[in-house]
């Protein structure tokens, strides 16, 4: 019944493309009553195009926040201090308002987390997609129907008839998530950012998403990037991983090579307290203490008071990336060495 | 995990046949009400001492299932027995006394303690409730939880939001534990905590096991979680057992096919481990409308019309493992 | 956060009272500051000002009636603020109103909040027909007109300042049962009291010392977002001769006795008519800078 095929990922690292989005020393600050806090510190991303980035931390990480800021969908949460956002050559931080608008849900479309609460509950489905569509394409009204129909049916909602006329409510929560998805790609995208898409849905529900978004990603030629906190979603999932910690990115690897010898001793320490499902562990080795809120980010090593491999050297500046590969860079001064 | 053959465990607690239906409002001015069959026909056996996981997703009501076992949902039929003595219809008065046996851990900390008491006094709290010795030595009994769950002493005086997820988890098990319960519930304990978290309070669920004796009941959706932690597993569908085996047996030798698949859908964090084909497809019906025979045939491949008509008997395949399908044995 | 870092990222140098105010929330918030201001000069004078009063509230002075306030033509420093048709003082009845006007409305509100809170709680605890019976009676005075009740009430019973505290307390109880009964329901739905219920605490412990703090605030706010509809209520019906009737006086004792003199003599109307004005402005700014502070999700 289990019919497991191994598929590999693709080892081919994405080092001599030029990437389809590249975000280059991006850094977000919240203005609170408390103060302005940085909440993500300089990170520097890239997709090509036809790859999955994987994006993964922790909450307070700010992987989320990133993704937003680079399509300027921040609004009065905070504000972009620096950086550039280049999406296919363009800087999309210094477009105008039009430019983005013509862009998002078009040429790059993001999904969210919980489906529940991202779409309108008084609207029905079938309208939310036309509505993409026709802000998008121009479609005349017949024509938009029968594309949602064929969405709908792409994404895997069985009776799409019957579907196209009914309200979120009545949707479980693996059809709201193929709805949106269905929205997202209605225009054929370039680049679809998934944020947390399967973390509130069943694990056999999950599994069906990911493959749909998957099997998505092969038709439309799409680049992905994919937040999440699991790492059994980035290894199914992603071909290059970024590890987020406290607002910056502390290790960059295609996804084989972070599994295999992870460099950072966040990323070792994570992986090895993971319970498995696939064999028995005796004690979860887990990581003592808990990643700092916002508010309290320093200068140097974040995860200095959590590491146990550090020495003077780690607090007080911020780590330097050190490529240790065309395809791999850590922020750490002492990486895991090989043992 | 050996048992001499001739030793029987000790039972803790007990159901049999446990019924939980809920009543949804009227679809139109005077037509019936609908019925939510949560949990039907759950009949458990939980040991002293052992971790009994409970896994399931959405809908198979095992959170119901939780509070029943607590009595703080009431059945619609069916029994609770804790240790021997039927305890599914005792009045108020003799349950509150009870209470302190059995507690229950949440999912989310930070709505389970009240925003506005200190940290202090909700680890006092059941103290107090229940007049456990002098009102002086009470406080050396919290300072002593405090410790057992590894937080320091200056966070009596602090609230609730001033924690961290796993401090905030932490408080809600001090609290549970201080009157020394035998039977801990444990609903999704660590699933709302940040990963790098989630080992430090399991470690810590399983050391506080050995030693204060407790007996875990741990509901949880997350298989990995559930296979560390526990000796043995049962599976929940629709409100239904529909296998029960030690841990190993059951994620080794899975003979349900929903169990089959729950298995095969976890993605496992070692990316040469990648499945190709989701391994079900659809989602189970709504407990308003339960199938007739087995709940999981319209999303099993193997379902015949054996399985669309008559409800799979729970039984024994091999000793410590049971499960309810009618092709048990042919699909192993 | 130490006030050393509050000081280098705001960077703002305060004084002792500017400092006071950020404290408590009320920097930058110059209406609210001002409405507290005025509040707090009107509970002074409503407790402390019979010491200030010129002259006794019932002192006629037929030599002097309708005399205009100082500053108008004709005036005089004897009487600031002028005298009415019988020539009592208007400000010394001013004072003195003002003190029955503030005591029935707080009274009154106190009442009224006590007892739709206690019907509210008591609905969400219930549930079952107990719940609907307290809910069809919230329906009921919703959509009652409740002036003219009021006024058939008072009418019948006649000059009576218990009957009328309760009465005006209570207009407004629906809106404190409704409150409290939803943030019941919900608190009941709050895993914290399902955790310390399945610790084995008694329903009435439960609701004392768990769910009723976490609901007195909003009631509180909702109590002073009502204390102005109750202090106008009790002054129109003052005005209309049903409230508080002479010997007694209050602000809408004195704005009815106005009413004759309103071309004539206006500032025997236009002086209380003001003060009530600005009062329940000014409850009304507190109450709602109350409210935002309190609301969890600002937080």
Not at chain 3, 59 to 73: G, I, K, R, S, Y
């Amino acid at each position: 019944m289990n019919e497991i095929e191994n598929i590999q990922p693709d080892a081919t690292g994405s080092a001599e493309e030029t990437p389809l989005l590249e975000v280059r020393g991006l850094s977000v600050v919240f203005d609170t009553p408390e103060g302005s806090v940085k909440v993500v510190d300089n990170v520097d991303l890239k997709v090509s195009a036809g790859r999955t980035l994987g994006l993964v931390g922790e909450s307070g990480s700010g992987k989320s926040v990133t993704c937003l800021a680079a399509l300027r969908l921040l609004a009065e949460r905070g504000r972009v201090t620096s950086g550039e956002v280049l999406f296919e050559g363009k800087d999309l931080l210094k477009a105008s308002e039009g430019e983005m608008e013509a862009l998002r849900g078009c040429k790059i479309a993001m999904i969210f987390q919980d489906p529940m609460v991202s779409l309108n509950p008084v609207r029905t489905i079938g309208w939310q997609i036309t509505e993409s569509l026709h802000l998008h394409k121009n479609l005349s009204k017949s024509a938009a129907k029968s594309r949602t129909l064929e969405l709908l049916d792409l994404v895997g909602i069985p009776e799409p008839k019957t579907r196209y006329g009914e309200y979120p409510h009545q949707f479980s929560g693996g059809m709201s998530q193929r709805a949106m998805i269905a929205m997202a790609i209605a225009c054929e995208p370039k680049l679809l950012i998934a944020d947390e898409p399967t973390t509130a849905l069943d694990v056999t529900i999950q599994a069906q998403i990911l493959e749909l978004l998957s099997d998505l990603k092969k038709d439309l030629g799409m680049a992905l990037i994919l937040i999440t906190h699991d790492l059994g979603v980035i290894a199914e999932a992603a071909d290059d991983v970024a590890v987020m910690y406290a607002g910056r990115i502390v290790e960059e690897a295609p996804v084989l090579d972070l599994f295999d010898n992870p460099l950072h001793h966040y990323t070792k320490g994570l992986l090895n307290s993971l319970p498995r499902v696939d064999r028995k562990v005796e004690r979860l080795s887990a990581i003592a203490g808990a990643a700092p809120p916002p508010h309290e980010f320093v200068e140097g090593c974040r995860f200095e008071p959590r590491c146990g491999h550090c020495n003077d050297n780690c607090t007080g500046v911020r780590p330097e990336f050190q490529q240790v590969s065309a395809t791999r860079r850590v922020a750490c001064i002492h990486p895991v060495t090989t043992p | 995990m050996n048992k001499s053959l001739t030793e029987k465990p000790e039972i803790l607690l007990e159901t049999k046949d446990l019924v939980r239906y809920f009543t949804g409002p009227r679809t139109s001015l005077f037509g019936k009400r609908r019925v939510a069959h949560a949990v039907n026909g759950v009949s458990l056996e939980l040991r002293k001492g052992e971790t009994l996981g409970l896994v399931g997703e959405s809908g198979c009501a095992k959170s119901t299932l939780g509070l029943l076992i607590l009595n703080l949902l009431q059945p619609t039929s069916g029994t609770v027995t804790f240790l021997g003595k039927d305890v599914t219809n005792l009045d108020k008065k003799e349950w509150r006394r009870m209470r302190s046996e059995m507690q229950l851990v949440f999912q989310n900390p930070l709505g389970a303690l009240n925003p506005r008491l200190t940290i202090g006094s909700q680890i006092r709290e059941p103290l107090d409730i229940h007049d456990v010795g002098e009102p002086e030595s009470r406080h050396d009994k919290v300072l002593e939880m405090i410790e057992s769950v590894s937080l320091p002493e200056h966070l009596l005086e602090r609230y609730p939001h001033q924690l961290s997820g796993g401090q905030q988890q932490r408080v809600v098990i001090a609290r549970a534990l201080i009157n020394r319960p035998k039977l801990v519930v444990c609903d999704e304990s660590v699933s709302a905590l940040d990963v790098s978290v989630q080992a430090q309070v399991i470690n810590l669920l399983v050391d506080l096991q050995k030693k204060l004796g407790l007996t875990y009941l741990f509901i949880t959706h997350d298989l990995s979680i559930v296979r560390h932690i526990s000796s043995r597993i049962a599976v929940m569908y629709l409100g239904r057992i529909v296998e029960l085996a030690d841990s190993e047996d059951l994620l080794e030798n899975p003979m349900h096919p929903y169990t089959k698949a729950l298995i095969a859908a976890v993605p496992v964090p070692d990316p040469r481990a990648r499945k190709s084909r989701a391994t079900i497809s659809g989602e189970p019906p709504s407990p308003f409308n339960l199938p007739a025979g087995c709940a999981f045939n319209a999303r099993c491949p193997h379902a015949d019309e054996k399985c669309r008509t008559e409800l799979p008997e729970f039984r024994q395949t091999s000793e410590e493992h049971m499960v309810a399908c009618h092709h048990a044995e042919k699909l192993a | 956060m130490t006030t050393e870092q509050t000081k280098a990222t705001t960077g703002i140098k305060r004084s002792w009272l500017g400092a006071l105010l950020h404290r408590w929330g009320l920097s930058g918030e110059w209406l609210v500051t001002i409405a507290l201001i005025y509040v707090s000069f009107i509970l002074f004078v409503a407790i402390f000002g019979f010491l200030f009063q010129p002259y006794p509230h019932t002192q006629l002075d037929l030599f002097n009636q309708l005399q205009p306030p100082v500053f108008m033509e004709g005036g005089s420093w004897a009487h600031i603020l002028g005298t009415d048709d019988l020539g009592r003082d208007v400000l010394s009845r001013l004072i003195r109103g003002l003190r029955l006007s503030v005591l029935i409305g707080v009274v009154g509100t106190v009442i009224g909040a006590i007892l739709g809170s206690f019907l509210g709680i008591v609905a969400a605890h219930f549930r079952g027909w107990v719940e609907e019976v307290l809910m069809m009676l919230v329906d009921i005075q919703v959509s009652l007109p409740f002036i003219i009740f009021a006024l058939a009430i008072l009418a019948f019973v006649g000059n009576n300042l218990t009957i009328l505290i309760i009465v005006v307390g209570i207009d407004g109880w629906e809106r404190y049962a409704r409150l409290a009964r939803s943030m019941v329901l919900s608190a009941n739905q709050q895993d914290y009291v399902l955790a310390v219920r399945s610790l084995g605490l008694s329903n009435f412990k439960i609701y004392k010392r768990h769910v009723l703090p976490n609901i007195l605030g909003t009631l509180v706010v909702q109590a002073t977002i009502n204390l102005p509809g109750v202090i106008l209520l009790e002054s129109t019906l003052s005005f209309l001769g049903l409230g508080v009737q002479a010997p007694m006086t209050s602000l809408g004792q004195i704005l009815g006795v106005g009413r004759d003199y309103l071309i004539l003599a206006p500032w025997i109307a236009v002086f209380p008519g003001m003060v009530i004005f600005f009062l329940t402005l000014s409850i009304a700014v507190i109450g709602d800078w109350l409210r935002d502070r309190l609301d969890p999700t600002l937080k």
